[in-house]
C-alpha cells in the first residue's frame, strides 16, 4: 500500500502538537497556532476540540501529554522499496557503515542497477568500497560542513607525489568518469583534487598569525563553437553539454552558437567532448581552444598514419 491514512495532515500536526508537549504544557492558543501553520485553516474547528475534550486521549487537561518519547511515522513500502534500491549503489557507502537497518528482506526493491544503462561512462570509475577513499571522503565531507582546511597528500599528473592545504567548498561528482572531486581554495598547485588520487588527507594546523589559506580564485574557461542542427545534434549536444552552464543563440535557419562555460581541470574532457561530434561542431573561440582542437587532430592523425605503417611493415 503506497497511502495510508496516519501519513494525512491530521496526523501529522497531531503529531507536531505532542512534540511541543513533550517540551512543556501546552495552552489552547499555542494549539491553535500549530494547528493554523500544518493543517487546514478549518482544522481547528475540529483537532483542538478533540484533543482538549479527551476524545482523542494524547493531551491532558493540563496541556501535557501521555507520551513519553517523541512520536514517530513507520516508513511505507515505497520508502523502503527506494531505501533498498539506493542501498545497492556501491556510493552509499560512503555516508553509511551498517546497512542491516534499512535492509528489508521481505522488500522488493524498487529498481535495481541492472534497470540503468549508462551508454558513455568510462571504466575506471573510483573505488566507493576502499576504506582510505572512504575515510578521506568523509574527512573532506566534515571539512565542507566545519570550514576547516585539510593537508592533502597526492598523485600530480606525473604520478608524483604532492602535498598541499584546501580548503575545501564543495565535492562534486562526474557520471560520465564516474568520480569524486573536491573543489575549494588551495595552494599554488590549484584548488580541485580527484578523490581516487589523495593518499591521505588530515586536518591542517594553522597558527592564529598565519593566514587561513591562500585563495586562488576559479579558473573559469570558456568556449564558443558554432553547429548544424542536423541529424538532432542541437538537442544532443544540449544534452551532453547539461551540467555546463551555457547559452545558445540562433545565427542562422539551422545553425546554431553554443557558449559554454568550464573548470580549467575539464579542458581536456572539453575537447574529446567536442570532437565527439565531428564535422557540425565548429569551435570559434578562443583562439586557444582552436589550437588544443589542431593539436588533438594532428595527434589522431599521427597516430593513424603510425599504426598504419606498423600493420604495413608487419605484412
Not at 69 to 92: A, E, F, N, V, Y
Not at 108 to 117: M, Q, R
Not at 158 to 169: A, D, R, T
Not at 287 to 300: P, S, W
Request: proline content about 4%; hydrophobic content about 35%; charged content about 30%.
Amino acid at each position: 500500500m503506497i497511502f495510508h491514512e496516519i501519513y494525512s495532515v491530521y496526523y501529522q500536526t497531531v503529531a507536531k502538537i505532542l512534540e511541543v508537549a513533550l517540551d512543556h504544557p501546552l495552552k489552547k492558543d499555542e494549539i491553535c497556532k500549530i494547528i493554523e501553520k500544518y493543517a487546514f485553516s478549518e482544522s481547528v474547528l475540529s483537532i483542538e476540540p478533540a484533543l482538549r475534550e479527551q476524545k482523542w486521549q494524547l493531551i491532558r487537561s493540563d496541556g501535557t501529554t501521555v507520551l513519553k518519547d517523541h512520536p514517530s511515522m513507520p516508513l511505507t513500502t515505497i520508502q523502503k522499496r527506494w531505501l533498498k534500491s539506493i542501498c545497492q549503489d556501491p556510493r552509499i557507502h560512503l555516508f553509511q557503515d551498517d546497512l542491516k537497518e534499512i535492509d528489508f528482506p521481505e522488500i522488493e526493491p524498487l529498481f535495481t542497477l541492472d534497470d540503468f544503462y549508462i551508454f558513455d561512462q568510462y571504466q575506471d570509475g573510483d573505488d566507493y568500497t576502499d576504506k582510505v577513499y572512504i575515510r578521506n571522503f568523509r574527512m573532506i565531507l566534515d571539512a565542507i560542513k566545519n570550514q576547516y582546511p585539510l593537508e592533502i597528500t597526492t598523485y600530480n599528473h606525473k604520478g608524483q607525489k604532492v602535498s598541499m592545504k584546501i580548503l575545501p567548498k564543495y565535492l562534486e561528482y562526474s557520471e560520465k568518469d564516474d568520480k569524486f572531486r573536491v573543489a575549494g581554495f588551495g595552494s599554488r598547485l590549484g584548488g580541485t583534487v580527484n578523490l581516487g588520487r589523495i593518499i591521505s588527507c588530515e586536518r591542517a594546523e594553522i597558527s592564529e598569525n598565519a593566514e587561513l589559506i591562500h585563495r586562488i580564485p576559479p579558473r573559469k574557461r570558456r568556449v564558443i563553437f558554432e553547429l548544424k542542427d542536423e541529424r538532432n545534434a542541437l538537442e544532443r549536444a544540449l544534452l551532453h553539454f547539461a551540467h555546463f552552464p551555457k547559452k545558445a543563440e540562433r545565427i542562422e535557419r539551422n545553425q546554431y552558437q553554443i557558449t559554454i562555460d568550464y573548470d580549467k581541470d575539464d579542458e581536456t574532457e572539453m575537447v574529446i567532448r567536442i570532437l565527439s561530434f565531428g564535422p557540425m561542431f565548429k569551435v570559434v573561440q578562443p583562439d586557444h581552444f582552436v589550437n588544443l582542437i589542431k593539436e588533438r587532430l594532428r595527434k589522431q592523425k599521427s597516430s593513424q598514419l603510425f599504426f598504419h605503417d606498423k600493420k604495413h611493415i608487419s605484412r
